[in-house]
């Protein structure tokens, strides 16, 4: 059945990491296990090898990917597969979100009152794993993983996640509250923050600390700091403040074209000072801090913007 987007549905993941997909048909053989109502990321990378994951660019098979209880909406039924807009990741695309398709056994509808508790949990290891209340292991999840907060206590914070109830180790998470201004973080945490995943393999469409694609390393390490950023480099290249070149700071992104410069841009990274650069490159390769000079990256360095304001006050 169709849905108009006047009457369209919300959902929220109900997997670790969901891969939003280009068409249903965008997923291969090897992709199948990244489909399932249990889908685990780690088990998707040990079954890809480094062309199968350039394929997901070079095809154009993959969009983006969302979070354990991250919410989208629902345009359109389609077979197995949901027709979505995710509103937390603005993109040219849709001016509603990011579009794409997520399988619908990764989606589930939950209840408004109880998702929007004014407390959160979030993660801030590389990853977590949410327990149930056997101390049994449900499901590993990222970095940047929000869900609302049942009870707190002093060794587990007790949570809703989209089927139930489970409990992560205090030590992982930090509690904070959803509807208070948060202290906004400086250049310098951004990088800090970033350094912490110097070589994680990058992982074409990735939103999730088991492989970030360049632009959304940059999304992610500005959203640890309630910046809200766009989801593609083309668009984070469009906003913020626009830097000259040479007046860069710690924390800005760098844009990078083709052509020199001259062309459409592909690549966005951090400027780490001293002339270097903290980004995730490309498929095969891993989160790198590099020399800029000498680099083609030197050549092709055509735009730089900063998102983060040395204020506390909202951007």
Same mark, same amino acid.
Not at 49 to 68: I, Y
């Given at each position: 059945?169709?849905?108009?987007?006047?009457? @369209? #549905?919300?959902? %929220? =993941?109900?997997?670790?990491? *969901?891969? $939003?997909?280009?068409?249903?048909?965008? /997923?291969?053989?090897?992709?199948?296990?990244?489909?399932?109502?249990?889908?685990?990321?780690?088990?998707?990378?040990?079954?890809?090898?480094?062309?199968?994951?350039?394929?997901?660019?070079?095809?154009?098979?993959?969009?983006?990917?969302?979070?354990?209880?991250?919410?989208?909406?629902?345009?359109?039924?389609?077979?197995?597969?949901?027709?979505?807009?995710?509103?937390?990741?603005?993109?040219?695309?849709?001016?509603?979100?990011?579009?794409?398709?997520?399988?619908?056994?990764?989606?589930?509808?939950?209840?408004?009152?109880?998702?929007?508790? @004014? #407390?959160?949990? %979030? =993660?801030?290891?590389?990853? *977590?794993? $949410?327990?149930?209340?056997?101390?049994? /292991?449900?499901?590993?999840?990222?970095?940047?993983?929000?869900?609302?907060?049942?009870?707190?206590?002093?060794?587990?914070?007790?949570?809703?996640?989209?089927?139930?109830?489970?409990?992560?180790?205090?030590?992982?998470?930090?509690?904070?509250?959803?509807?208070?201004?948060?202290?906004?973080?400086?250049?310098?945490?951004?990088?800090?923050?970033?350094?912490?995943?110097?070589?994680?393999?990058?992982?074409?469409?990735?939103?999730?600390?088991?492989?970030?694609?360049?632009?959304?390393?940059?999304?992610?390490?500005?959203?640890?700091?309630?910046?809200?950023?766009?989801?593609?480099?083309?668009?984070?290249?469009?906003?913020?403040?626009?830097?000259?070149?040479?007046?860069?700071?710690?924390?800005?992104?760098?844009?990078?074209?083709?052509?020199?410069?001259?062309?459409?841009?592909?690549?966005?990274?951090?400027?780490?000072?001293?002339?270097?650069?903290?980004?995730?490159?490309?498929?095969?390769?891993?989160?790198?801090?590099?020399?800029?000079?000498?680099?083609?990256?030197?050549?092709?360095?055509?735009?730089?913007?900063?998102?983060?304001?040395?204020?506390?006050?909202?951007?």
């Amino acid at each position: 059945m169709t849905h108009t987007k006047e009457n @369209n #549905e919300k959902r %929220v =993941v109900r997997v670790p990491v *969901a891969t $939003l997909w280009t068409a249903p048909d965008s /997923p291969r053989e090897v992709d199948q296990t990244s489909l399932t109502a249990s889908a685990s990321m780690s088990d998707w990378l040990k079954v890809l090898d480094d062309d199968q994951k350039r394929e997901l660019c070079d095809e154009n098979l993959v969009q983006s990917q969302l979070l354990l209880g991250e919410e989208v909406w629902v345009d359109e039924w389609i077979g197995d597969w949901a027709k979505v807009v995710v509103p937390s990741q603005s993109s040219k695309k849709d001016k509603r979100g990011y579009p794409g398709y997520i399988p619908i056994s990764q989606l589930v509808k939950t209840n408004e009152a109880d998702w929007n508790s @004014n #407390e959160q949990a %979030v =993660v801030h290891k590389k990853q *977590a794993w $949410l327990y149930n209340g056997a101390e049994e /292991p449900l499901m590993e999840v990222s970095y940047l993983t929000f869900l609302p907060v049942i009870e707190e206590k002093d060794t587990f914070v007790k949570v809703l996640y989209p089927d139930g109830v489970g409990y992560f180790a205090s030590e992982d998470v930090a509690v904070q509250t959803k509807h208070e201004t948060k202290a906004k973080g400086s250049g310098e945490d951004l990088i800090r923050s970033g350094e912490a995943f110097v070589g994680l393999p990058y992982f074409w469409g990735g939103m999730s600390a088991f492989g970030y694609d360049c632009s959304g390393f940059a999304y992610n390490m500005h959203k640890a700091f309630h910046y809200e950023i766009p989801r593609d480099a083309t668009d984070q290249a469009k906003s913020g403040t626009n830097v000259a070149l040479d007046d860069l700071q710690v924390g800005d992104l760098l844009f990078f074209a083709y052509e020199e410069g001259q062309g459409r841009i592909h690549h966005v990274g951090f400027y780490y000072g001293e002339n270097k650069m903290l980004h995730s490159p490309n498929v095969g390769k891993s989160i790198e801090i590099i020399d800029l000079e000498g680099t083609v990256y030197e050549k092709e360095l055509c735009v730089a913007r900063r998102y983060w304001s040395e204020t506390e006050e909202p951007s």
